[in-house]
């Protein structure tokens, strides 16, 4: 039929072609799809989502397992399930922290103390698998015990310092009481005086650290544990190693614990939900979704929100509060990080709001609990442990500290001010696994009876008849008295330069509220 609307003729060639060229389109993603089973099956490929969020959780710093189990041989796979990655730290030699001399930069940890084992021992090798060296322990209270002490005195890297009375007579004689930086928070009840504890602590343990060989310092709580994000391995010895030469301090940012149970035992292996610090937000994120991530409570985070440092070990340093160093001689040269931070698992037991009380004597009134306690959370959580029943303070703390709506946590999840942070939980679990823990204490039986003999000595300034004096409280305690001719030496100097010394120590500080001026953050 001729004309506009006959037919289109198909010659035999051109039916071939389309024929080939379908069958070619079917076989080519059925062969591709075959070939990446094949490798999947034999190992030659990695889908991520097989690993995540699963079980066999792949973090940074760690690799898959390939014949041994962090577990012991002598116990089972963990029930949990959750710990099957050994960690691929260069310090890890089978979970023995064998540390070559030359390990480069040398970091050590200072910390004041009342807690038990549960809590310190977890803290201590945590910090050692991710490269911290030394640690200066000053301990009272329940980390005082001759039980307690005696473990303590026996790990490889932990100096022990007991608050013995002569400590107390010497750090009365520190320069700090005649300085003003700390002036503001003398002769206070509660938190003030522990805050000035700590700070005289402190100064100590830079003494320590210099005569030590250390390269950084870093001042912790044994409820915080430091998160290297950003370092290759998992390795706060690296991230240190890559802090230019010209900077004095680095400052981490904190992320606050967001528990989603009541029943928290070991916070350190149990909780992986954090809320972000500001630093590491957004300002449109922080203050749009301010309201709902604070849930009625008195700011963004229940306690402080100015992040701890680490400092480099050099002449004229000294303490600025329990969060940052200060320099005598000059203003440190600071660096705040991008994704490290500090995790502080605040409030994570129930039990904490009643030892909190148990350790302050001020009156549950709104004006006495001011003279106590510098943040808000702190002074309301201290007046419903005292006045409130037992079924009260539980209602209270599932309000105002459990996260249990999980709709909310996901919104919060997504937005990205709350995180999931798995690593500390894997490291903490492995470690008790392998039997860290209780080989720690088992091998403290044998520590020398004579040495333990030899270090008990007057009790402390509360009367303890429990608390060992420390061996290395007399070493420093002399090598402080020579120091004093050198601090009264430059002290002539220093007067003169009172744009360095006057700066005010750092309290703990609230985050950045909505009606901030500017919307700025408090601490720059």
Known sequence: MAGPYAPLRTYPSQQGFASRLLLLLTLLPLTLATFAFLLQWRGGLNDPTSRWPGDNRNFPGTSPLSTTSLSSSSSSSSSSGDCHNKLDFPYYHDWGFKFASDAHPKICITTSTSAGLDQILPWIFYHKVIGVTSFFLFVE?????????????????????????????????SRIWNETWLSSFFYKPCNYELFVKQSLNMEMAVVMARDAGMDWIIHLDTDELIHPAGAKEYSLRQLLLDVPDNVDMVIFPNYESAIEREDIKEPFSEVSMFKKNYDHLTKETYFGMYKEATRGNPNYFLTYGNGKSAARVQDHLRPNGAHRWHNYMKTPNELKLDEAAV???????FSDLTSRRDRCGCKPTKEDVKRCFMLDFDRAAFIIASTATEEEMLRWYREHIVWTDKTLNMKLLRKGILTRVYAPMVIVQGLGDS??????????HSYSKGQFLSSIGHPRSSGSSETPKSTAS???????HNQESKAAASRKLLFKLPNVTSIAAMPPMSPPALDDDDHLPMIM
């Open 343 to 349: 995790l502080h698992y605040t409030y994570t037991k």
């Open 474 to 480: 007399g070493t420093l305690i002399s090598e402080l």
């Open 435 to 444: 039997g860290v823990f209780t080989n720690a204490i088992a091998s403290s």
């Open 141 to 173: 209270g329940k980390a005082a015990s001759s039980n307690v002490s005696a473990v303590l005195e026996s790990l490889p890297g932990v100096k022990v310092v007991y608050r013995t009375k002569e400590l107390e007579e010497k750090q009365a004689k």
